[in-house]
């Protein structure tokens, strides 16, 4: 059973305004991400950290800023919504190593809606 | 570089039916592979992993090989239940360990 936590799960906010999504893990992972889905669709990763004070831009180019000032939490905050933004947002977690094996375990997500 | 490709959905399957989901992956070294499933509303779980060649990972009557020798990790399971309906996703990590790659997802529903 993995032990990450995110908040909220559901959100419905207007264009303009600024949001985080809260992302906590409890197993003392180096490793954690957020990913972007559309319901039923491919995951894009748009951030990750691989430690405190580390993160770098995934893949898909995103307007959302993250933050790592502890282990446990690794926070997404969009300074102005839009209707684009509007999607899945799953947060995830691995330890760190340079081994594979490793394995990532997901949040339950954020479903985010700007009206 | 390191890929996975899986089979395209949606899949539909009468209950007790066999199913196979096809997943075939590109990566340097020797990978670790796994498959996640995706209730609605939710994020993934793991569903199994292997983390070497020939390993059978199983959980919840589902079965996937590492079969090196054809790149494949095909998803299996002997008779699927209305509960199974999902998302599958296959991924791989390279033997870095230092990121993960997933397959684009296969809709699976199971009709009574």
């Known amino acids: 059973e993995a032990d990450i936590y995110q908040t909220p799960r559901y959100l419905v906010i207007g264009t303009g305004k600024k949001i985080t999504l809260e992302c906590s893990q409890t197993?003392?992972?180096?490793?954690m991400y957020w990913y972007q889905q559309d319901p039923g669709m491919e995951l894009h990763l748009i951030h990750y950290?691989?430690?405190?004070?580390?993160?770098e831009k995934g893949d898909l180019s995103s307007e959302s800023t993250v933050s790592r000032i502890r282990t446990e939490h690794f926070p997404l905050t969009l300074e102005s919504a839009r209707p684009s933004h509007t999607s899945q947002y799953l947060c995830a977690s691995s330890e760190a190593g340079d081994y594979s094996g490793n394995t990532i375990y997901f949040g339950e997500g954020s479903w985010l809606t700007v009206v | 570089g390191n890929s996975v490709t899986q089979m395209e959905g949606p899949v539909t399957l009468s209950e007790e039916a066999f199913l196979t989901i096809n997943c075939t992956y590109t990566a340097t070294g020797y990978p670790s592979l796994f498959w996640y499933v995706q209730y609605p509303g939710e994020g993934l779980q793991l569903l199994l992993k292997a983390t070497k060649a020939d390993d059978k990972g199983s959980n919840k009557g589902f079965e996937a090989t590492y079969r090196k020798e054809t790149t494949s990790f095909h998803l299996e399971k002997g008779s699927v239940q209305v509960s199974d309906s999902a998302v599958y996703f296959c991924a791989l990590s390279p033997n870095t360990g230092n990121q993960f790659y997933f397959g684009t997802g296969t809709s699976l529903t199971v009709i009574p």
């Open positions: 197993m003392g992972h180096d490793k």
């Open positions: 950290s691989y430690g405190v004070n580390s993160t």
